[in-house]
Every structure is written in C-alpha cells, then in structure tokens.
C-alpha cells in the first residue's frame, strides 16, 4: 500500500522546517539512501534520504514551503505494482492524533471546561484551523465547531472576530507582548518593511526568551592583562608560518576556558530540570554570528587539544555555519560558551546563556589602557573586559569566581596551556 513520506524531525529542537527543495519529482524511482529533498531547520539545510525503494507516486508539498510541521506528510511513496491511482485521500497536513479522538469512549464530544482552553490542549481543531485562529487572534474555546465531532474546521472561523482577545488590550496595550497586528497598527502611518522569521530566529527568539525567563543570571567580570599572550601568540605564528596556521586571541581563549573548567569542574555542568550533570570532557561551544542568526558549534575534548588543531577545526566549523551545513552533532553539547564581540571594538557586555549551559564568557576588545604594575608605577598595559554570565541554580557565585580567576590566570600566562 502507499507510503506517506513525513517531515523528518533533523535536530532536537525542530518543531518545523522548510521544505527548500526537490531533487525528484513525481514518477521517479527511488532507493533506499538516495537524496530526496533539502530541508531548511533551525540552524542548517540538510539533505533528507529515502528510507524506503519505490515510486515518487505524489508530492504534497512543493517546493519553498515553509513552516512544515514535522511528521507532516510531504509525499506518497508507491510499492511495486502500484500506481497513483492507489492513493486516497493522501492528507496534505499533519496528522493531529489528540484532536481526532477523545480520551474516553462513548458518543459524542464534551470539551471540559476544567481545562484551560487557552493552551489548546482538550480544543479539536484542524491544524489549518488553528492556524486562522493564531493569525486573527482568536479564542477556539469560544467557536462552534462543525467538523466531525464538533472539530472546528476552516469554514468556522472565516467570518469569526477576534472580540475575546481584543477587550484586555484596551487596558495595557503594551504590558504584555503585543500581537503583531496591535504593532502593525501603531506604525500604520509610517513606512516600514515586513521581514517574516525564518525557522532560525524563530527558534532564537523562543530560547533566548526562554533563558532570560526561567534562567536566574548574574554576572561576574573581570579585566585580563593581555601583553603576555600578544608576545608570545606572535612568537608561535612566525614558528607556524610554514604549516599555514595562524593562532587568533580567540583560539587562546578557547583553550583557556577549557582548561579553567578542568581546574574547577564543578563549573563543568548544565541544568537537567530536576538536577545537575557534571561533564567530565570540557566541550566548549563558540558563538558565531551568520547571516540571520547565530550559531554555537562545539570544540569537543578542547583540554586535551593543540591550539593550532583548535584553530584549525574553529576555522572549519566557523566557515561552515555561515553556509549552515553544519550537523546536528557540531552545535549541540557543551556546558559553556564564549562570546566574543572584542573584533567588533564592543568593550564589554552581558551575554544570555544558551540552555543547558551553566554559564556563558562574554569577551570585550583588548586596549591599551593606564594600570598600576606589580611595583607599584603607573604604565600602559593591554587590558580586556570579560563578564561570565552564570545560572545560579548551576554555579554559585564563589564558585562561579575562582573559574573566572582560572581563566585569567591562563590568559596571563599563556605558557602554562603548553603544559
């Protein structure tokens, strides 16, 4: 019988994604392994792979589609034998399990009113339903559904008004997150451009939003010497020149903060809800900006590293998350960040930690700056501003400063991560 193809779930946090393109087409025979698709996640565009041979009997979404649920069907894939005659009724939306059948037999559907139909849990709809409803700003617990069931189909809500939404606006326009209709509406009188969020900065947006509310952060900075490092990163260049590498301030800091999370590992953890893991690896992750977005691929085992051989895989990696084709497995992990904005001339700033971590290094511009030396006298001195962003509930604060002091003291006497 005919096989429907879903939309594959290519990472972790993938809700939905864009199918960008088809390399078959209808009729086509296909084998296990071959390439089918490109499909544009969260964070990358990934080839998707036939799991099953047949024929390409029809396709369900076509090119450029975005925001395809996963386990959506995209195609129907034909056994020998078959043809498109077969296939009935393919569905050209995702499945809703929840809302076709109730949990307690008998006829007839009562929705309950003891739960919250806000949260749309117990609320039987269409998926295209509910996407009219989120687009108008509508209540589905207050519609009449005319669906199988009483499930609210799309013909419900066509002349349906957003009243129930648009009564507590009048109060606080602003207090809470605005729809984006009441924002358009401010700024109907002015010129602007209309930029719709892709998979990436919609999962930006929700993480980010996500750590500032349920991560309780604070901060810890400290100004690092950096004089020594600058003499002697240039003394190990003119000896790498013949291999091609050049060693950044960036890849010392890598190694630093490797280093420091062995010499204080219980700063080597992440959140787990209900409890702490403690890593044994330090696997640092690396904030690189790309065009739309961020990306934080993670240098594994970067303790046990050569600095050129961290430098040469950041390089990589760094080049490609700007074509966003790294692999699930390259940006995910890791119980620490850097973010590193100092090339951009950014003196210091606060950086949001990126869940699980336990805390995330934010790093300002090396510059040349009066101090006070070890002899007391005044002089000029390479100085640059770090601030560790730290999740309380992982890291207390005394805790949190002897892996800033670790840091540091790493950073100042860059021999020691030869050793």
């Not at 490109?38 to 090119?63: H, N, Q, R, S, Y």
């Not at 109060?171 to 451009?193: G, L, N, W």
């Not at 739309?292 to 895989?313: H, K, M, Q, W, Y």
């Not at 930690?353 to 290094?361: D, E, W």
């Amino acid at each position: 019988m005919p096989i429907n193809i879903l939309m594959p779930a290519l990472s972790p946090t993938m809700e939905e994604g864009t199918l960008a393109k088809w390399l078959v087409a209808e009729g086509d025979t296909v084998q296990s392994g071959d390439v089918m698709c490109e499909i544009e996640t969260d964070k990358a565009t990934m080839e998707f792979e036939a799991v099953d041979e047949g024929i390409i009997g029809k396709i369900l979404v076509p090119d450029g589609s975005e925001g395809v649920k996963v386990n959506a069907p995209i195609a129907v894939l034909l056994e020998e034998g078959e043809s498109a005659d077969d296939i009935s009724d393919a569905p050209a939306e995702a499945p809703a399990p929840k809302a076709e059948a109730p949990t307690e037999s008998g006829a007839g559907f009562s929705p309950p009113p003891a739960e919250p139909a806000p949260k749309g849990d117990r609320v039987f709809a269409s998926p295209l339903a509910r996407r009219i409803a989120a687009d108008k700003g509508l209540d589905l617990a207050g519609v009449t559904g005319s669906g199988p069931k009483g499930r609210i189909v799309k013909a419900d809500l066509l002349d349906a008004q957003p009243q129930a939404k648009a009564a507590p606006a009048a109060a606080a326009p602003i207090a809470q997150s605005a729809s984006s209709d009441q924002v358009k509406a401010m700024y109907a009188d002015r010129e602007y451009e209309e930029i719709p969020l892709d998979g990436m900065r919609k999962i930006i947006a929700r993480r980010l939003t996500e750590a500032k509310q349920t991560i309780p952060h604070f901060y810890l900075r400290r100004d690092i010497h950096l004089d020594a490092l600058l003499k002697f990163r240039s003394q190990i260049n003119k000896g790498l020149e013949a291999r091609g590498i050049k060693l950044s301030v960036n890849d010392f800091i890598i190694k630093a903060c490797a280093n420091a999370l062995q010499e204080v590992p219980d700063c080597n953890a992440v959140w787990a809800g209900d409890r702490i893991l403690k890593l044994k690896p330090s696997d640092v992750a690396v904030a690189v900006a790309v065009e739309g977005g961020l990306f934080t691929p993670v240098l594994r085992d970067a303790d046990t590293r050569s600095l050129s051989s961290l430098s040469v895989e950041m390089k990589d990696l760094a080049a490609r998350a700007k074509t966003r084709r790294l692999a699930p497995h390259e940006y995910q992990g890791g119980s620490f960040a850097i973010s590193n904005l100092g090339m951009m001339g950014i003196q210091n700033f606060d950086a949001v930690i990126n869940p699980p971590h336990g805390s995330i290094l934010a790093v300002g511009a090396g510059e040349k700056k009066p101090v006070v030396n070890a002899d007391g006298e005044l002089a000029v001195a390479t100085v640059m501003s770090v601030t560790l962003s730290v999740d309380h509930r992982v890291i207390d604060g005394a805790l949190g400063a002897q892996f800033l002091a670790s840091v540091k003291s790493n950073l100042e006497n860059p021999m020691v991560m030869l050793a």
